[in-house]
């Protein structure tokens, strides 16, 4: 029903006689007037009688019901109240609690709230028929562990803001029937934002530096080091106890993490013996574990300096994953070989039956001493062969039981050579204790080469 404005202008008093009163009511309540139409009829109601007047307040009631529609903000008009001024802000967005590098949210939001929506949709992160439950809203509400009561602020503001928005879209007509574009709208491809995640980063700093930092901890973790702390100062406890991430963030902190110059990191400087290190040297130079932990400082530094602009840039890592034991093998009176010779030990493990298991348990490297008499390393455990690839949690205590051991001594030419081809290298020497040793460098086991026997080299 349509009321002719140009009549009700015209008619004046007369209007009871061409638009009954219960006509007009019912155009109100079937549909929202302007508020132009909506004065015309009030001015028409004001007068002396008082049926009038209860047809007045019918009106103003009906008026304020339906007219709701007419107060409500379109989602373009909460977007600018709402989104707008997040894009805006100069403060950090809860993306980047769990984001190093690749997603703020101007990376997906923009100035345009149509396309905006459209681009969310056909990337899957809005749910049209359970907005509350769109999988963007569900990535602002994830809470990392050490988040800040700042950020909490900021993720609040951000749910309700971006929630009222999506609400309001996903039941607009125009908004819904808007063709969907091609995904190519994120600076950064899928790929490279979660391999920038920060608990990607820390998974991968779990699997190649702190696995092997029991061999810094009597040193540097404040559960060990009071003699050190009380000699050098409390710089030398770097390592956060139980903690990955936050022993991260210290080393960056201290400068220990060198994000202009990872290579000349301290950690792994002073860890190959290149910079003064009370400590002596950890693992040798081009080794396994050097190619691992440099391989880590380039990508940490990367990642944190928003280096990388498209997935193809991110590093091979070594397919393999190793953890410290605390267990020090030490050979003696080595034949022949040139100081600074690489080398590397396997531990197979030998059943109650006698068989030598397939799969090595555990691996040790090391150079050749200066002058060529022995050679040392600290054994690391191997991940087993049929979890490589999965990146599945490993309980690294239960791969090392007490029992015997066949160790195999390999030379091999290229420090450079991976893990994976280096178990795969015949050995030319071999040798079986009969159980585990002590933990500690104090307590290193120390076996001689003579204690080795020849392994004739398949044909």
Known sequence: MRLDMAHLRGCGPALHKTVSCHRIKCAVLSRCLSLRETSLILNYYIGPRPMRIFHLLIVVVATALGCQSLLAESPSEIYQRRVIPLLQSSSASSCSECHLQGIKLDDFLSMDPKASFASLRARGWIDIDNPSDSKLLQFIAKKPEDSTDLMDQVRKSELEGIGQWIRASVVDPELLD?????????????????????????????????????????????????????????????????????????????????????????????????????GGIKFPLDGHTDREWSQFLRDYA????????????????????????????????????????YAVILMHRITPEGNVEKDATAIGEGRVSKDGSSWSTSMMLLEPSRLRHTQASVDWKALLPDSKYELRWIVVDDSSTPVERILAMYPSMRTEIDSLWKTGHSAAKTIAYGAFKSIDTPQ
């Open 178 to 278: 808007t063709p969907l574009p091609e995904l190519n709208d994120l600076k950064l491809d899928e790929k490279l934002i979660r391999h920038a995640r920060k608990d990607h980063v820390v998974s991968r700093f779990v699997d190649i530096v702190w696995s092997q930092l029991e061999r810094c901890a009597n040193c540097h973790s404040p559960d060990r080091n009071a003699k050190q702390v009380e000699k050098n100062g409390e710089q030398m406890s770097w390592i956060v106890p139980n903690s990955p991430s936050e022993t991260l963030q210290l080393l960056e902190d201290r400068s220990l993490i060198n994000l202009e110059n990872p290579m000349a990191s301290f950690l792994r400087t002073k860890a190959l013996g290149q910079d003064e290190h009370g």
């Open 302 to 341: 990367a990642v944190k300096s928003n280096r990388y602009d498209r997935s193809r840039d991110i590093p091979n890592f070594d397919s393999i994953r190793t953890w410290r034991t605390g267990l020090h093998l030490r050979i003696k009176e080595l034949p022949s070989l040139a100081p600074g010779q």
